[in-house]
């Protein structure tokens, strides 16, 4: 039973790690939009591009493949960004505390595992083994 919370462990941390980095990918990504956006001379209509245009090239990679599997994953991409992309669109009020307090994520209000949870829980495990 420890080997496999050891692995549950690591995993945990794994997915944790993953989806932070992940998060921080979008955040950079979104903020880097925004910015080539405000260079344009219309910036909503930059952003509603960039989306249709990832947008499309989901459904066509989709239909490409024709796997089940992957039809399913398209689809929940396209739930992902549709939801991403009404975040970048929605109109920004004249204080920066919008981008701020909310966040730029649909991910915001999760709570993402902690990087050092299942580093505690293997280094307590090697503890207690070494009492015993």
Known sequence: MPQNENKLQKLTLMLG??????????????????????QTDDPQRFLAE???DVRNELRSAA???GSRVTAEAAK????????????MLAPRGRK?????TKGLSPLDGYRFP?????????IQGSARHRDH
Not at 20 to 26: G, I, K, P
Not at 76 to 87: F, I, K, V
Not at 96 to 100: G, N, Q, V
């Open 96 to 100: 920066r505390e919008s981008a701020e």
């Open 17 to 38: 790690q993953t989806v932070a980095a992940m998060r921080v990918n979008e955040m950079l990504t979104c903020r880097l939009l925004n910015w080539i956006a405000a």
């Open 76 to 87: 929940q991409a396209l739930e992902y960004l549709d939801n991403l992309g009404t975040e």
């Open 63 to 65: 239909k490409e493949d």
């Open 50 to 52: 960039a989306v249709d």
């Open 114 to 122: 902690s990087f050092t949870s299942a580093l505690d829980g293997r």
